[in-house]
């Protein structure tokens, strides 16, 4: 396994525990890992691309992505290896070249045609048999970090991340 040259990850379930909070005006809210940007910040010290991809759309999820400077943000995507090939084909690299943490039937398919592919350790057991790495962190406590943590030290660059970050 080498670096990926994209690393995508999905949102609910993954950067959040996948709840979704409604106070009684209708609002919603999502609460997020600070931990995972983290794994954002390792990637950008790499020049490693980064995207979001997620079924919903809320004006939450553009807020955090604002925050962080993804580049890549698709919301309210019911296709996302659609979106992945083309973003792939934007970029000049194939899907083995692909990074992709999901959690649910809606990222199935892409976590199949990915080159590296994690699920939280509380997916689905027909979504973490799918996916080369199960994170030892649930959606919402820190696994998109792990995930990225976990690539990095298996190609041997972490520490010099964490040296250049820290």
């Known amino acids: 396994m080498a670096l990926p040259k994209l690393v995508i990850t999905d949102i609910d379930g993954v950067w959040t525990d996948g709840g979704m909070y409604y106070d009684q005006t209708g609002n919603e809210w999502k609460k997020f890992n600070t931990g995972d940007s983290a794994g954002v910040l390792f990637l950008r010290s790499l020049d490693i691309p980064f995207g979001i991809i ?12 604002e925050k962080l400077k993804v580049k890549y943000l698709f919301q309210g995507i019911s296709d996302k290896v659609a979106v992945a090939e083309q973003l792939c084909n934007d970029l000049g690299i194939s899907m083995d070249e692909v990074a992709y943490i ?7 398919k ?35 970090r ?21």
Request: proline share 3%; net charge negative; glycine share 14%.
């Open 102 to 108: 999901g959690d649910d039937l809606g990222d199935m």
């Open 54 to 65: 997620t079924g919903e759309n809320t004006e939450i999820v553009a807020r955090r992505a």
């Open 110 to 144: 892409l976590l199949q045609q990915v080159g590296i592919s994690a699920a939280p350790n509380n997916a689905p057991d027909y979504v973490k048999e799918l996916v080369h790495f199960v994170t030892k962190k649930s959606g919402g406590e820190g696994a998109f």
């Open 146 to 166: 792990e995930f990225v943590e976990g690539i990095l030290r298996q190609e041997g660059v972490l520490q010099k991340v964490l040296e250049d970050v820290g």
